[in-house]
């Protein structure tokens, strides 16, 4: 069993609210660190954004399995129970770790064209998604991850340095009239709490 397939799966949980409601509840760090909000609300692809910082993109599949959706993880689209395809990913940007992706992919919406999307393997999700005209992508929230986390265990073992401001986000996609959910964590060294405002305008 390779280093990653232990790591699968990581799973994910914590208290999802809106953008507007975390920014009053944690107005000093989101006012002294602007960037990282922008990239939680940014509706674009995270992979075309990443890559734009980058030399080397790449997706490491951690590993997915075909499972009832967890009630705590489900929502009006995506049902609790319901089989789905969960995903686990980590996007690398020149082999620094950026983010932790967990999908859910119902597998009422692996039919048609949309079957290949159970074999992406180190494939990104997002390339896929965004080539579709038919995507839309419902609301945004977002979500803090604790020293208790499943994340600051992932980080543990990536040799990762966390800290108590560690936000991820995750919203539900409708392709070809199909749902599919994305929740992606951004890891401790991510450009998401460091970059600048001279990044190009991302419409959010
Ligand atoms: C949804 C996107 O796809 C990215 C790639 C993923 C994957 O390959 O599993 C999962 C979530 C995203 O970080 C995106 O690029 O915006």
């Keep these: ?3 990653q397939d232990k790591l699968f799966p990581v799973t ?3 208290q999802w609210i809106s953008p507007n409601e975390a920014n009053s509840n944690h107005s000093s760090f989101f006012d002294s660190s602007p960037s990282i909000m922008q990239w939680l609300i940014d509706t674009g692809s995270l ?5 734009e910082h980058c030399q080397h ?3 490491e599949l951690l590993g997915q399995q075909v499972q ?7 929502n009006d689209l995506i049902k609790p129970g319901e089989e789905v395809l969960v995903r686990e990913v980590i996007l690398y940007c020149d082999e620094v770790p950026q983010v932790f992706a967990r999908s859910f992919l119902p597998l009422s919406s692996l039919t048609g064209a949309e079957q290949k999307l159970a074999n992406l393997g180190t ?4 390339q896929v998604l965004f080539n579709n005209p038919s995507l839309e992508r419902r609301y945004i929230e977002i979500a803090q991850f604790d020293a208790n986390s499943s994340i600051a265990q992932l980080c ?3 040799r990762l340095p966390f800290n108590d401001q560690i936000w991820g986000r995750r919203s539900t996609f409708v392709l070809e009239n199909k749902p599919l959910m994305v929740a992606e964590v951004f890891l401790p060294n991510a450009f998401a709490y460091s970059s600048g405002n001279h990044e190009k305008n991302h419409v959010q």
Excluded at 47 to 51: C, D, S
Excluded at 68 to 74: G, L, T
């Design 1 to 3: 069993m390779s280093q």
């Design 12 to 14: 994910l949980s914590s």
């Design 47 to 51: 992979t075309a954004r990443l890559k």
């Design 57 to 59: 993109f790449r997706v």
């Design 68 to 74: 009832p959706c967890p009630a705590s993880e489900a």
């Design 123 to 126: 494939q990104s999700l997002g």
């Design 156 to 158: 543990k073992v990536l």
